[in-house]
């Protein structure tokens, strides 16, 4: 019988990628995580038997709790949780059954190392316009919320990778960036097996804005055209990253959710009184 505070593998898949999803914290023991080491996107890993030192840094967040089955481990996590005033449920049925659903689950082996203060630290060619706003977007999204990017002069990206532990991004000679037509984009959502077709609809539009063939989807000129404007407003590549946000978001959704959806605009005037 499921928990009273457990939320399905269903409802949860429903709120990845977005905003507003909860904290997904990883729980799951030494053993469990180096018999299956792979993660829920965008999940964070946490130490259950330290769980007392740590509970209060997610005072006030919401909370999804999972371990491999959702029972001991995440109960016990959970409830330390809500006694610091979070608001904590358990994946029902744990990664077990979010395995069983066939839905996405990212390799830890693809996912950069973690500075020591936590959150991956990332670096790129400044003034960014496409690749370099949406591939931000996917991993604060779907891979590490707390990622850092580092936007520097095209010329020193490899050497202040090097000096500052980054990953450098969408850069020639590089590990992660385009590979023959595909975009850096694209290189991500493969790598880190994120098999949802939102994304995958989202990866084709990014394609044909970035590489200039708009023949390849019919919303990528309105893509270019944003991305553009957007890069004209902000002269801060970090403001025009945290507004890009928001234009990734939208087409994250629209592409999950809104894709058939038309609208046409029809004037209702009010009827003249006889």
């Keep these: 019988m499921a928990s009273f505070n457990s939320i399905s593998v269903d409802k949860t898949s429903r ?21 299956f080491p792979f993660i829920l996107p965008g999940s964070v890993r946490g130490d259950h038997a330290s769980v007392a030192d740590w509970a209060a840094c997610y005072r006030d967040l919401s909370v999804i709790v999972i371990c491999r089955r959702g029972k001991k481990l995440s ?28 839905l996405p689950l990212v390799p830890v082996s693809a996912i950069p190392p973690a500075k020591p203060d936590g959150g991956t630290l990332w670096v790129t060619r400044s003034r960014p316009k496409i690749d370099r706003i949406a591939c931000p977007w996917l991993i604060r999204r779907f891979i590490d919320p707390k990622a850092t990017f580092l936007f520097v002069a095209p010329s020193e990206v490899e050497a202040v990778a090097e000096r500052f532990g980054a990953t450098a991004f969408d850069v020639d000679g590089v590990f992660w960036s385009h590979r023959g037509e595909f975009c850096t984009f694209d290189t991500m959502v493969e790598e880190f097996q994120l098999n949802i077709e939102a994304l995958q609809t989202v990866a084709t539009i990014v394609r044909a804005a970035d590489t200039d063939r708009l023949d390849l989807a019919p919303q990528a000129a309105g893509l270019l055209a944003m991305s553009l404007g957007l890069s004209r407003m902000y002269s801060r590549d970090l403001e025009q990253l945290d507004a890009g946000m928001i234009l990734y978001d939208s087409l994250f959704r629209w592409a999950r959710d809104a894709s058939e959806e038309r609208h046409d605009w029809v004037a209702h005037a009010p009827k003249r009184p006889k």
């Design 75 to 102: 109960e016990g996590v959970a409830a330390y949780l809500r006694h610091h005033g979070t608001e904590a449920e358990v994946l029902e049925g744990g990664t077990d059954a979010w395995q069983q659903a066939g």
């Design 15 to 35: 709120m990845l990628g977005t905003p507003r999803s909860p904290v997904l914290l990883d729980v799951r023991d030494e053993d469990d995580f180096a018999a």
